[in-house]
């Protein structure tokens, strides 16, 4: 079993930053490809970005590419994103997640095995 509980959400205005930060219980982090996803209210859960065991491959989605940069620190069970240049459109709850048995990246949703609870990322105008 994996727990998984992220930090660092909250209130910026459009052009801000935020870093989030998922920590994971147990000792096999670096076993996990891990992966940030996204929900806003009435929308369906969408990736945002994923990265490998190893964190020597990454993936972004379209909408935040060249914004946002995702990385892990194995010593540490974290996993980390770097929001950039926010946007409004980027408001929503945002949840890590763990992939069992996988080395590289995965981007489906359904590929996730353990998810965090979330923490909202508002983005005012």
């Known amino acids: 079993q994996v727990q998984l509980v992220e930090s660092g959400g909250g209130l910026v205005q459009a052009g801000g930053s935020l870093r989030l930060a998922c920590s994971a219980s147990?000792?096999?982090?670096?076993?996990?490809?891990m992966g940030w996803f996204r929900q806003a209210p009435g929308k369906e859960r969408e990736i945002v970005s994923s990265i490998s065991r190893s964190g020597d491959t990454t993936y972004y989605s379209d909408s935040v590419k060249g914004r946002f940069t995702i990385s892990r620190d194995n010593a540490k069970n974290t996993v980390y994103l770097q929001m950039d240049s926010l946007k409004p459109e980027d408001t929503a709850v945002y949840l890590c997640?763990?992939?069992?048995?996988?080395?590289?990246?995965?981007?489906?949703?359904?590929?996730?095995?353990?998810w965090g609870q979330g923490t909202q990322v508002t983005v005012s105008s």
């Open positions: 997640a763990a992939v069992v048995g996988r080395s590289y990246y995965s981007t489906p949703v359904a590929d996730y095995n353990y």
């Open positions: 147990g000792r096999t982090f670096s076993s996990y490809a």
